[in-house]
């Protein structure tokens, strides 16, 4: 699994508490099927989208906070472009099939094939855009947070070492607004989106690999 100050990219869309309130048990149910339903139909509807991200992994081994920014494209089936800004150069690419991630220091693109990557079968079959909340995941919304709904996600299946998985569910337009990822040792990964544009048409020519000259290219086994 990829990690680094990239870290857990991937897995906001899958999908973390501050601030969070609680419901009647009566309110909770019906909400969460409300919420989940909306989630599920709006995330199905999107077929392309570009959006602002920023990035902190929390990483305890480190004792030390690494903040990361950018731009995400993503287009269905299967394909992503994670364009850092900070720190600068450094991009995640899934052309639907393979993984690339470059590290502008390193002169290198990791290549790993994309289930090979993740190390579980649930956040490839959202990448893959066929994922399904009740199907792949059991889903209970714990509260509001900042005018947001916020839901805990907990995989039926591996969840390729995270222990816990919560959104942020804009409550008008259903659409995810953050991602908070917590994994086995601790480390904790938080990513915000804004400005987000949805259906905008964008060409499979963004996410084909373009080598940065100079570059080295390392494989992975599959």
């Known amino acids: 699994m990829l990690k680094g100050k990239s870290g857990y990219w991937f897995l906001a869309f899958l999908a973390l508490g501050l601030l969070i309130g609680p419901l009647s048990r009566a309110a909770e149910r019906g909400d969460e099927e409300h919420v989940v339903a909306s989630l599920q139909k709006s995330y199905d509807a999107i ?69 090979k990557a993740f190390h579980s079968e649930v956040p490839v079959s959202f990448l893959l855009g066929i994922g399904n909340l009740r199907k792949d995941f059991n889903v209970t919304l714990k509260g509001s ?17 995270f222990t816990d998985i919560q959104l942020g569910v804009d409550r008008r337009s259903f659409e995810i607004v953050w991602a908070r990822i917590l994994d086995a040792t601790g480390n904790m990964t938080t990513i915000r989106f804004s400005g987000m544009q949805k259906g905008v ?16 290219v390392v494989e992975l086994p599959s």
């Open 47 to 115: 077929q392309d989208f570009v959006a602002d991200f920023r990035q902190e992994n929390d990483v305890k081994t480190l004792n030390r906070k690494i903040k990361a920014s950018g731009k995400v494209y993503f287009k269905r089936p299967g394909k992503m472009l994670w364009r850092y800004e900070e720190p600068k150069g450094q991009w995640v690419l899934a052309d639907g099939k393979n993984l690339y991630y470059y590290q502008p220091e390193q002169r290198q693109v990791i290549k790993s094939p994309l289930k």
């Open 145 to 161: 947070e900042q005018g947001n709904y916020v839901l805990q996600l907990a995989p039926k299946g591996s969840a390729g070492g």
């Open 201 to 216: 048409g964008l060409k499979d020519s963004v996410f084909h690999l373009q080598l940065p000259d100079g570059a080295d």
